[in-house]
């Protein structure tokens, strides 16, 4: 549970505050997609944990999960009955039907899976959410960065030379991602990770690689 949740956040917050670099967002949206996030993450350990106390706390962090997504919507769109909040509800359904019935997350396996829901899904997701807009071609690299980083994270320990590729070719897009902005030493705060990511807990490496890359783009704009 705990190797897990910094990953469930690391590419919302991520982001979130690219969102807020490049557009003004609505600051409720952006705390309540947090928050579903983190709900839904201990939905999942809830799930597939414990029996006995799954039975008492998976309905209860299932409905926290749908509350902070119906808010999220709410103040994203102002409404839930649009077409675009309709079609993110259907697809956060998937999500939490695809958390609950696989065990790609709790045993680390499923590379293309953790890489789509903690990379691409997570960056672009609550990119548009407090956005509404994909933004430009290059998010792609922050994207695929977080993605390559939560694979590594949850890569077995022993490892070391898949894990160390997989870092390196996720500061690469990030460095690609910071390249093709306008060029500022705020930019490249995710520099400032990299001692983390000696350690072997490379779930909060990855956190503290997404805070500095998001908060260096906000930095910036101060």
């Not at 990953?7 to 919302?12: A, C, P």
């Not at 993110?88 to 065990?103: D, E, P, S």
């Amino acid at each position: 549970m705990n190797r897990t949740l910094p990953l469930s956040v690391s590419g919302v917050l991520l982001g979130v505050a690219l969102a807020a670099a490049d557009y003004h967002v609505d600051w409720k949206a952006a705390l309540f997609i947090v928050l579903a996030t983190v709900c839904l993450h201990f939905y999942s350990a809830f799930s597939k944990g414990d029996p006995e106390k799954g039975k008492v706390w998976t309905p209860v962090f299932l409905a926290l999960t749908i509350v902070c997504g119906l808010a999220m919507l709410h103040f994203s769109f102002g409404t839930i009955f649009l077409m675009e909040p309709l079609v993110l509800m259907a697809f956060g359904y998937m999500i939490i039907r695809a958390v609950k019935h696989t065990t790609f997350i709790s045993r680390g396996k499923g590379i293309l899976y953790i890489f789509m829901l903690f990379g691409i899904v997570a960056v672009y997701g609550s990119y548009f959410i407090t956005s509404h807009t994909f933004g430009s071609w290059p998010l792609i690299f922050p994207a695929v960065a977080t993605g390559l980083l939560s694979i590594a994270a949850k890569a077995d320990s022993e490892k070391r030379i898949f894990r160390i590729a997989l870092t390196a070719a996720g500061f690469a897009c990030m460095t690609a991602y910071a390249c093709l902005r306008m060029f500022d030493p705020w930019h490249f705060l995710y520099i400032l990770s990299i001692p983390v990511f000696f350690t072997k807990r490379l779930d909060w490496a990855t956190f503290t690689f997404a805070i500095f890359a998001g908060g260096g783009f906000l930095a910036y704009l101060l």
